[in-house]
């Protein structure tokens, strides 16, 4: 009998080489007498573009929408081409008896074989190897259970049927409401391309929501009042709280209190001390390494990703990066001991040396056959480390990996935690200590960014305890707006996206799906930025205008939520437990891309310019906030601003006492662009002045010209949507900003609207 393995990647299929032993390397694929093994390299196969279907979908027109192709039809992907034709001459090959699918234990992987199956015409018996982890004692088990296997069981082929399912509802939702959105638009005159996604579509409005939280937050004042305490062998302060609160609304009424209780005795009505143990952190799947390198790094996820890749892929040192799970296999426990051998050499020698000599713990808070269903939680291998071998970038990725490994073994840290509760007058105050007692975890090293810093210990009380009112503090404080995501916030806003939705069935379909995927979620983000929906400041993400706009005027509520995706998980399960039909599935999708369609086609102007109030807003409320909270990261930008734009003093101070030019009201300046005072007025004025105008940022000398004189003169440097560079006079027009090319080029005078640059 001959066999044939196909594995998802090489290190997968050269890791079951090993397992089963005897092969020899061929060219793309390992063979010996009765087996070849070959592998697939992620999607090799995809579903055909609309022009394939007929040449009329090739051009974006209303009337060839809706695109609802009466069976879909698949490619080869233009990657990897000599692996797909190794595989395709592999699957043809009249000797082999039996097919195995090693890809990934899930649905990807079931849809990765069947496409290259169905390329190939094959109808040979297949069998399924199905394990979460890649060590030998794995693979052969596994092996075993595909002995014992019946050919082309029906519990697979189900799991098939909702991953083709998911692959082609996304294709019809993608190319539909896409084009039916771009299309509406241009009809009523918007020359702008719009790309809308079951997933990057309510990740977008996760963040316009965010943004419209912040613009619609009101500042309130409030006040707290500390006072502090002689009692007979110490001196403590605590916190007036009350059973609703602990903040006053009136400086009147804290002053008051504070009048109350001077110079006034007090009693201890009760004192607490409790020990409380902090385990380890869970280990790391894919999401969690990127919002830990986020916050650490301020790495985007992408770059996350892409590096841990390299260490999987070229240097072998980690365990699979696309991993959805935080949890180990009872079958890795053998080879903990070895692992932590290969990392000896680095940063954490001196935690290791205390791990030696002893047996290590295994917890079942990280060891969890049930917890794991693809790939488990990501951790070292048993390779060596050259150090040298690593960029910068590499070594603090892997560092982080094996330190959430290594604290896997070490004992609970252990917190005491101290609190009282005085009362003078009949107010109540509330204090409170917490002290490291045991280090724990925390002493691995280079863990000590994570040590929270010792408060001030409180002194033993007695209740009943008499103390005196020494002195008493009131403090003015200020409500803050919610904070702008970072990648890495906005990663775990997608990762529990199902918690917020209603139904329960679809919060329990979603609850190990999220939006999107570990694999696609940087891609999901990167792609948000390239269709300028989102755009990175410093360490934030926050939406354009053009993504406000997509948000705000898209007519299918679905298509903004996170509920459409809970829907599909609920029904794609039902299909892979053979309860639901994938004919009734696509039945549906395709009567809900109709009906979107055409609420696409009829939707209001989506424009860019009315978000630009919203935008200010939320931008002057945000530095308020840093202003308030006299940040040390606020008063840094000061400085920098202040340094890069010293030579730009003179310029900015005449800038900003010109007049604006549709209603002469005052010009005020944020981050992004000069706009008039009046902005919130009855009516508002819309004039805005952006400092970057087609890719080029305008100097305050620039701009300063334009508002004055009414145009620049010809610049340099702006690029138009075909990213070709180009050059034009920027002039105003009833308060708009437009291209004038007459002085840059001798054709008729034209002028064209700076919104939408000339695509070159």
Not at 25 to 46: P, Q, R
Not at 323 to 351: C, E, K, M, V, W
Not at 508 to 525: F, N, Q, S, V, Y
Not at 678 to 684: A, H, L, T, Y
Request: aromatic residues 8%; contains cysteine.
């Amino acid at each position: 009998m001959k066999i044939l393995i196909i594995a998802e990647k090489p290190a997968m299929a050269a890791d079951i080489a090993k397992a089963l032993g005897g092969f020899q390397k061929k060219a793309g694929y390992f063979e010996k007498e009765d087996t070849w093994l070959t592998w697939s390299v992620g999607h090799l196969v995809e579903l055909v573009p609309p022009e394939v279907y007929t040449p009329a979908w090739k051009r974006w027109r209303a009337e060839t929408l809706p695109m609802l192709p009466e069976s879909f039809q698949l490619q080869p992907s233009n990657s990897r081409e000599a692996q797909y034709k190794k595989i395709m001459q592999l699957l043809g090959d009249p000797t082999v008896d039996l097919l195995v699918n090693a890809c990934d234990a899930g649905r990807e992987g079931e849809l990765i074989f069947r496409y290259l199956i169905t390329m190939a015409g094959c109808r040979t018996p297949m069998k399924r190897l199905w394990i979460s982890s890649l060590t030998t004692s794995a693979i052969r088990q596994g092996f075993t259970e595909v002995e014992r296997q019946a050919s082309n069981e029906k519990r697979y082929f189900d799991l098939y049927q909702a991953a083709r399912c998911r692959s082609e509802a996304d294709w019809l939702v993608g190319m539909n409401a896409s084009r039916a959105v771009t299309i509406g638009q241009r009809q009523r005159g918007l020359r702008e391309v719009f790309s809308i996604g079951r997933v990057q579509t309510p990740t977008l409005a996760i963040m316009v929501n965010r943004e419209d939280e912040i613009a619609q937050f009101q500042q309130e004042k409030y006040w707290q009042l500390t006072a502090w305490f002689q009692a007979e062998s110490s001196k403590y302060q605590g916190q007036w709280f009350s059973a609703k609160e602990n903040r006053f609304h009136d400086l009147a009424a804290a002053q008051r209190i504070a009048d109350l209780i001077k110079d006034q005795a007090g009693v201890v009505l009760s004192f607490e001390v409790n020990q409380k143990k902090e385990p380890a952190p869970m280990l790391y799947d894919l999401t969690a390494l990127q919002r830990e390198m986020n916050r650490r790094y301020s790495y985007a996820a992408s770059k996350t990703l892409k590096i841990a890749q390299t260490l999987y892929e070229r240097h072998k040192l980690i365990t699979y990066p696309r991993t959805d799970s935080r949890y180990l296999t009872p079958d890795l426990i053998p080879s903990f001991a070895h692992r932590l051998s290969a990392i000896s050499g680095g940063l954490y020698d001196q935690s290791l040396a205390k791990l030696e000599h002893q047996k290590l713990p295994i917890s079942g808070r990280y060891v969890n056959q049930a917890k794991v269903r693809d790939h488990h939680a990501l951790i070292p291998t048993e390779t060596k480390v050259n150090w040298a071998a690593l960029t910068a970038d590499e070594k603090k990725v892997l560092s982080a990996i094996q330190q959430s490994f290594i604290t896997m073994f070490f004992p609970d840290a252990v917190w005491q935690e101290k609190e009282a509760v005085t009362q003078v007058e009949g107010e109540t105050f509330r204090s409170k200590s917490r002290s490291l007692l045991v280090l724990g975890w925390r002493s691995v090293a280079d863990s000590e960014k994570s040590i929270e810093k010792k408060e001030d210990d409180l002194a033993d009380l007695q209740p009943q305890e008499i103390v005196h009112v020494i002195s008493s503090t009131i403090t003015e404080g200020i409500t803050q707006p919610p904070k702008r995501y970072t990648e890495g916030t906005l990663l775990g806003e997608m990762e529990h996206a199902g918690k917020q939705l209603e139904s329960e069935a679809y919060q329990e379909a979603m609850k190990d799906h999220g939006l999107g995927t570990p694999a696609t979620r940087a891609a999901i983000i990167d792609r948000l930025k390239e269709m300028r929906y989102i755009e990175a400041v410093e360490k934030q993400l926050r939406p354009t205008g053009k993504g406000m706009a997509l948000i705000h005027h898209l007519p299918v509520a679905a298509l903004r939520s996170a509920d459409m995706t809970g829907e599909w998980e609920y029904k794609l399960l039902q299909i892979q437990e053979g309860n639901y039909q994938p004919v009734t599935f696509m039945a549906e999708m395709q009567q809900f891309v109709t009906a979107a369609v055409d609420e696409c086609l009829r939707a209001e102007l989506m424009n860019a310019e009315q978000e630009v109030h919203i935008l200010q807003l939320a931008e002057e409320k945000a530095e308020q906030t840093e202003e308030a909270a006299g940040s040390k990261a606020a008063a840094g930008k000061k400085v920098v601003r202040t340094q890069a734009e010293g030579s730009l003093k003179t310029a900015k101070e005449s800038l900003l006492q010109l007049q604006c030019p549709l209603c002469q009201g005052k010009v005020l300046e944020n981050s992004k662009a000069y706009y008039c005072q009046n902005w919130k007025g009855q009516p508002p004025c819309g004039f805005t002045l952006w400092k970057t105008v087609a890719g080029k940022q305008l100097t305050a000398k620039q701009i300063e010209k334009l508002l004055s004189k009414g145009e620049t003169g010809i610049l340099r440097g702006f690029i138009s949507a075909k990213k070709k560079k180009f050059s034009a006079n920027l002039r105003l027009e009833n308060g708009k900003v437009v291209f004038d090319f007459a002085q840059a080029v001798p054709k008729p005078k034209t002028s064209k609207s700076a919104a939408n640059p000339a695509d070159k």
